[in-house]
């Protein structure tokens, strides 16, 4: 035999005795050892599936969690508003609190400097018809005089969802957001005519979303923007489709 495949076979067999001393030789009587990335069955198995990875929570919970105990700066006023969103989440099967609560966020900033950018596009997928002819109107006033808006949002510091509800097709969720926000208008001479460049002012605005419950479009249209008590930004038009 060829020195070289002497060679080899000895590495071979060397191999072989390593790999059995670390793993052992199975005799037919030893448990199956379970596929890596299959759920053990039986309640053992239960019970490491919530020891090894966090336990997976349902819509509904996730809701009556956040109604007991508010996430960061999104909360729920009162059991008749946690009820309205379940009523929601048993309707549609796809409404996710968390990712409602965000996109709510979002559209708001958003919608607020838009409008002071004069961006009727942005505004015209965010708003329903009805709102959006109220703040084109407002933007078209605006040009008239001749005044330019500039509005920033430094914060939202409160996200509360008032009121929740199923109307015929329609789901409407009421947010009330509370705002830290620098706001000025200058007129034709670039004169500072209402606001500060520099003082954060608070704004509190009642914003209504609203979604067809059964749609694929996964957007929710603002359908009203109200007064909410002291604070409400002058600046924002309230309207609503009603």
Do not use: C
């Amino acid at each position: 035999m060829p020195a070289d495949l002497i060679v080899y076979a000895l590495v071979a067999a060397g191999l072989i005795v390593w790999l059995r001393s670390i793993l052992g030789t199975r005799h037919g009587d030893e448990p199956e050892r379970p596929a890596p990335y299959l759920k053990p069955e039986g309640p053992a198995g239960r019970n490491m599936e919530l020891a090894g990875s966090e336990r997976r929570v349902g819509p509904e919970e996730r809701i009556s969690e956040l109604a007991k105990t508010p996430k960061g700066n999104v909360s729920i006023a009162d059991t008749t508003a946690e009820q309205g969103l379940i009523e929601i989440a048993r309707a549609d099967r796809s409404f996710d609190i968390d990712r409602f609560a965000q996109g709510a966020q979002d559209a708001f900033v958003y919608i607020v400097e838009s409008f002071a950018d004069g961006d009727r596009e942005t505004l015209r997928d965010l708003l329903s018809p009805s709102v959006f002819a109220a703040f084109d109107e407002a933007i078209s006033a605006r040009l008239k005089a001749a005044e330019v808006m500039h509005a920033e949002i430094n914060a939202i510091n409160k996200a509360e969802i008032t009121s929740a509800r199923i109307e015929g097709r329609f789901s409407k969720i009421t947010v009330r957001f509370v705002a830290e926000e620098i706001t000025y208008t200058k007129n034709s001479e670039g004169q500072i005519i209402e606001g500060h460049p520099e003082r954060i002012t608070q704004m509190r605005d009642l914003w209504t979303f609203s979604r067809e419950t059964r749609s694929r479009d996964p957007r929710w249209l603002v359908t009203e923007t109200l007064i909410d008590t002291e604070g409400d930004n002058p600046e924002i038009p309230n309207a609503s489709d009603a």
